[in-house]
C-alpha cells in the first residue's frame, strides 16, 4: 500500500471541488484527526457545496471504505486556521459522538493503514493531532471546536500497540544506533555498534546506568530480548523517550 502522485492507492477516489484548497501546498507535516458529526451522504453534499467552505483530505466510512478527496499535496479548509491547515492532512471520521461513539474497528483499521502510509511518522501533538489541538494554535482561526471529541481514543491506543511496527527494520536500526550514539567506539561499522548496543542491554543494569534518551534503546531491544526487567514507570519514560527520538526519522 502506498501514496501515488499523492494519493492512496488503496482509497475510493471521490474528489472535491478543485478550488476548495489554498493556492500554498501542503507541507504534510503532520495529520489532524476531524469526528464527521454526520453520516456520508450529508457530508459528502457539505464537501460538494460552493457556498460552504469545508473540504479534506480523507473520510473514514462507518462501513470501513475510506475515501480520498484531494491529494495529500492539497491544502485543504478543515482545521481551523491557515497555518494548521496548510502544515497538515486532515482526515474525517463518519459518524456521530453521541450516536456512534468511538471510531469501530474498521475505522481504527484504516487510521492504522494511513499512518502507515502518510510521509512523517505519527506521534501525538507532533505530527499527531486532534482539530481541538490546533484549532486555535494560530490566529487568525474559527475558534475553539470538541472535534473529534475522543472519538480517535481506541486508534491512539492501537498506534501505541503498532509503534514498532511503524518503523521498518531499517528505522528501528538508525533509532537504536541513534539512541546509543557516543556508547560506540571509534571505528566500529553499524553492525558493530548495534551488536554492542544490544550486549549492553543484554548485561543488565542498562536501565540504571543510561540516560532517559538511552533508555529508549531498551523499548526497541525489548521486542528482540523479551526477557529484560523493566518497571512499568521506566517503560513510561521508555515510551516517551522513544516517540521524542522516533520524531525525526
Ligand atoms: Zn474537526
Redesign the pocket.
Known sequence: MAIVDGWLDWAVRHPGPANKVYVTPNEQRGL??????GYNPSNFHELDRPDRAASWHCTNSLDGTFYQHYPFSASCW???NYEANTRFV?V?SEGVVGVDGPLNTLQVDNMLRLVHDLPFFPVRKSTLW???EV?TMWAPNAGP?S??SHRYDPFFAALEDDFMSLLTPDQQRKLLLRLFAGSEFPGDTDQQKLDRAIAEIDAGGTVQSLNDVSLSAIAVALDAHPGIDTSAAVQARVKTALENAAKDL
Open positions: 489532524v484527526c476531524h469526528s464527521a458529526e478543515a482545521s481551523g486532515a474525517e486532534e482539530h481541538n484549532a471546536t472535534c473529534p
